[in-house]
């Protein structure tokens, strides 16, 4: 099992998506919205991070899980 460089919490949820924040451990801060397309079976995931890297990584990641 990979070892995982970031933690996310939720942080709201309604029907259909997801608010989650975390902290890489570089410190830096974190927020992805995940969202149910309502015409499929995707989810449309959206990160803000300062760093470009830790949010196409993030990105990367999250779109294996879903």
Do not use: W
């Not at 890489?24 to 927020?31: F, L, T």
């Not at 149910?36 to 990641?61: F, H």
């Amino acid at each position: 099992m990979p070892r995982r460089l970031l933690h996310l919490a939720v942080v709201e949820t309604v029907p259909g998506g997801a608010s989650l924040y975390g902290r890489s451990i570089q410190g830096h801060h974190v927020a992805a919205l995940v969202k149910a397309l309502p015409t499929s079976d995707q989810v449309s995931i959206d990160i803000k991070c300062g760093d470009d890297a830790i949010a196409n990584g993030l990105l990367t990641e999250l779109s294996a899980h879903f």
